[in-house]
């Protein structure tokens, strides 16, 4: 019980390794490596054939085109069977019309579920809580959202976020609040006094030394 304890609240972290595995899916079997080389949005929903999780899978299945375009691949998980993942996505597009183009893992086992730290046992120890990882294309994670059962996830910010990734990531930028593509990003402040001094005379929209805009 203790071990098990310990691997529900070991979160991954930003920055380290996402965690291996390999899992059946709708789409068969998978493993993380099958994903190297692109961005990969991993997210878990609590269960199947529920109103908030069909909403979301729906709306994934809206952003999926755009995502393509930036190099990104989805996939989802829950504790579910793989056939009750097929009969949801069948009865989704059967009531809605939309297909559902990515892969869902069923994780019974729970093992991907608490190696990623996607049940929270505060919400619920049996279904995973609505998480998204977002892993660059070197198997990195670089992002970890969380919401409760209750909250239904927003597309255009996960939309956003890897738009700022990979603005940060090419352009070596960082991007400030409330960023969207086509607005100005942050230069990394200097590090040392002579830079600092240099900084505001370099042409960009300063406030001061350390807070430093420009267009991309």
Known sequence: MEELKEKVIS?????????SFESTTTHGVLKLEDFKGNWLIMFSHPADFTPVC???FIAFAEIYPELQKRGVELLGLSVDSVSSHIAWV?????KTGVKIPFPIIADLNKEVSLAYGMIHPGQSKTETVRCVFIIDPKQIIRTVLYYPLTTGRNMQEILRIIDALQMADEHHVATPANWKPGEKVVVPPPNTQEGAEERVKEGYECVDWYLCRKKI
């Open 11 to 19: 979160l991954p972290r930003l920055g380290e390794p996402a965690p």
């Open 54 to 56: 069909t909403t979301e």
């Open 90 to 94: 069948r009865n989704v597009e059967e």
